[in-house]
Nanobody, 119 residues
Framework: QVQLQESGPGLVKPSQTLSLTCTVSGASLTTNNYYWSWIRQPSGKGLEWIGYIAYSGSPYYSPSLKSRTSISRDTSKNQFTLQLTSVTPEDTAVYYC???????????WGQGTQVTVSS
């Protein structure tokens, strides 16, 4: 059974860096043709894709967030990490990690973690 679990601070101050970690069990980050993604959902709004790190280790980011986003991984811990710099209150959202197969199909999700940007 594949499981994903997000972890990280629930409160971040404006202008600081948001850092979240997704711990994966039941699957390997290096298995071919899977893409390990970060997605967020502000309250009352739709899902927004942030980016992914591919099985090869290559990251790919949403153009609208690219300048502030970094996704990396630690294969020894089977974890991947999101860093979002220079946050503002508009970055307040529930953040999810998820596994994407080919064709932009998500088959496993974490439960999500609320991150609030506030002073």
């Amino acid at each position: 059974q594949v499981q994903l679990q997000e972890s990280g601070p629930g409160l971040v101050k404006p202008s600081q860096t948001l850092s979240l970690t997704c711990t994966v069990s039941g699957a390997s980050l290096t298995t071919n043709n899977y893409y390990w993604s970060w997605i967020r959902q502000p309250s009352g709004k739709g899902l927004e894709w942030i980016g992914y790190i591919a099985y090869s280790g290559s990251p790919y980011y949403s153009p609208s967030l690219k300048s502030r986003t970094s996704i990396s991984r630690d294969t020894s811990k089977n974890q991947f990490t999101l860093q979002l710099t220079s946050v503002t209150p508009e970055d307040t959202a529930v953040y999810y990690c998820a596994r994407m197969a080919g064709g932009w199909t998500y088959d496993y999700w974490g439960q999500g973690t609320q991150v609030t940007v506030s002073s």
